[in-house]
């Protein structure tokens, strides 16, 4: 059976206030939901699942900065955390959007041509700029990319010797989840001391970061060998074991966890609990069918396909809802 505390609240902003919500809406304390607690969580995470592959609010826009690596140069791929689901876009390795010398031809439209707003028109420059980005479009294009959310693997396609250098910046158009839990990471995770400074590396040993965790996170390390806490900001994630910090822990860390703060928002959605709330009288139906046409005491006979089909019909409904109101934009499709 499931685990139920008494006393309500139609805003959930935790798991187990969310589960209880879904089991209310069943019906719940007046009559029993035949559902195990394990099969209330599974279902639970399939409604997550689905709410941040499919539903706008499920998914928050992210421009992931990432510092090439030689480990990424002699690989060819950058580490994507898993908590990316989708990659929109990679911005091109050119200096478009860089600083510019006084060789270079739009400093010298600017000098000669566009001086001040006031005294010549700004179309033509700006004409001019579209047919420079069209040129840099037609001979340098933008660099082609692959990538699967199963694999963590950001593919570029382009010439790694000539294109891009140790040190240098990728900027990452992306989507991550929206985590609605707050994550405890345990296990030995290690910042020492090198050249009389501690470490910006956090690296875990038997610990996973990466599940959970995007650049520019804030992350609370508790380092319970000398019994003190410290909020930390991420700077890039370097593989599912390390973690590169903003800035330095203040002293080593030896034996750490981390806790993370989740969106307890996410526990409210509307669509989100109704849709929970179906899955679970799925299975609750699914559950009873195995004794479907057996009379009980009191002449009372279990109707269980019936649950189910009622459930069938309402995540259907649900689902196409989804697919009309609450879809994500297309762009998080592309690449």
């Not at 750490?256 to 609990?273: A, C, H, Y």
Request: net charge negative; hydrophobic share 35%.
């Amino acid at each position: 059976m499931p685990t139920y505390t008494r006393g309500r609240t139609g805003q959930p902003s935790t798991r187990q206030q969310f589960k209880e919500y879904c089991l209310r809406r069943l019906g719940f304390p007046v009559i029993e939901i035949n559902v195990d607690d394990d099969q209330l969580e599974d279902r639970v995470d399939d409604a997550l699942d689905y709410f941040h592959d499919y539903h706008f609010d499920g998914v928050e826009k992210l421009f992931m900065k990432h510092q090439i690596t030689q480990e990424d140069m002699d690989r060819k791929w950058i580490y994507a955390p898993s908590a990316v689901i989708f990659v929109n876009n990679v911005f091109p390795f050119d200096d478009s959007n860089a600083s510019i010398n006084m060789f270079d031809l739009r400093y010298q439209l600017r000098l000669h041509d566009l001086y001040d707003f006031t005294s010549v028109s700004y179309v033509s420059y700006e004409i001019t700029m579209q047919h420079i980005q069209t040129l840099n479009l037609l001979f340098s294009g933008k660099p082609q990319f692959r990538f699967n959310r199963h694999q963590n693997k950001l593919f570029l396609d382009i010439s790694w010797d000539a294109d891009i250098q140790v040190g240098e910046y990728v900027i990452i158009e992306c989507y991550r989840q929206l985590r609605p839990d707050t994550v405890n990471i345990t296990g030995l995770a290690t910042a020492e001391t090198f050249v009389e400074t501690v470490s910006n590396t956090l690296t875990g040993f038997g610990t996973t970061f990466d599940q959970e965790l995007v650049e520019n996170d804030f992350i609370t390390v508790a380092n319970t060998t000398q019994g003190v806490s410290e909020e930390l900001q991420i700077s890039q994630i370097n593989s599912p074991t390390s973690i590169t910090l903003v800035k330095a822990p203040t002293a080593n860390v030896t034996n750490g966890s981390i806790t993370v703060e989740g969106f307890s928002d996410v526990w409210n959605d509307r669509f989100l609990k109704r849709y929970a709330t179906a899955l679970i009288k799925y299975q609750w139906g699914s559950n009873l069918s195995k004794f479907a046409g057996i009379q009980m005491p009191g002449g009372v006979t279990l109707d269980g396909p019936r649950i189910q089909e009622e459930a069938k019909a309402e995540i259907d409904k649900l689902e196409e809802e989804m697919q009309i109101y609450n879809v994500a934009p297309n762009e998080i499709y592309m690449g």
